[in-house]
């Protein structure tokens, strides 16, 4: 199976920014655990990350074409605003999880709502870096 995650904006700034929120693990242990996940459940994980909405809305249109069964997204703050990466994840008929590191419903007002969860199969949020882990597994199971 070939699963794509996708994380946005300052995800590649995990350990350094806001830590009390995020946790002090860093972007390559998130990278190195996904990487373990793929070898133990045996399928092929591409992760790509990007702080720019149409970086990331190229990319979900790639896996149209190119053999993604799945995707993981954790779109950050983009989560809360983007109509047009929410139209692009509606295109793609694979499973499709959002994730979140941190416990959205307990944060901001405007962390609350999601703009792209409607157009995904599933939302986990506030587990840390293992919400990854799950997303994997559902999309796996789907």
């Known amino acids: 199976m070939k699963l794509l995650v996708i994380n946005g904006p300052n ?4 350990g350094i920014r806001e830590k ?3 946790g002090t693990q860093d972007y390559d242990y998130l990278l190195e655990m996904i990487s373990k996940k793929g070898e133990e459940c045996g399928c092929r994980i591409e992760v790509f990350q990007s702080n720019h909405e149409g970086a990331i809305i190229d990319r979900i249109q790639e896996a149209y074409f190119d053999g ?6 954790n779109p950050g703050a983009y989560t809360h605003y ?7 994840l509606a295109s793609i008929a694979v499973p499709k999880v959002e994730i979140h590191i941190s416990d959205i419903t307990q944060r901001e007002e405007f962390r609350k709502v999601s703009v792209t969860a409607p157009v995904c199969d599933k939302q986990i949020y506030g587990h840390g870096l293992d919400g ?3 997303a994997i597994e559902f999309c796996l199971k789907k």
């Open 11 to 14: 995800i590649n700034f995990l």
């Open 20 to 22: 009390s929120v995020y």
């Open 68 to 73: 993604t069964e799945g995707i993981v997204i």
């Open 82 to 88: 983007s109509y047009a990466i929410r139209d692009a």
């Open 132 to 134: 990854y882990l799950e």
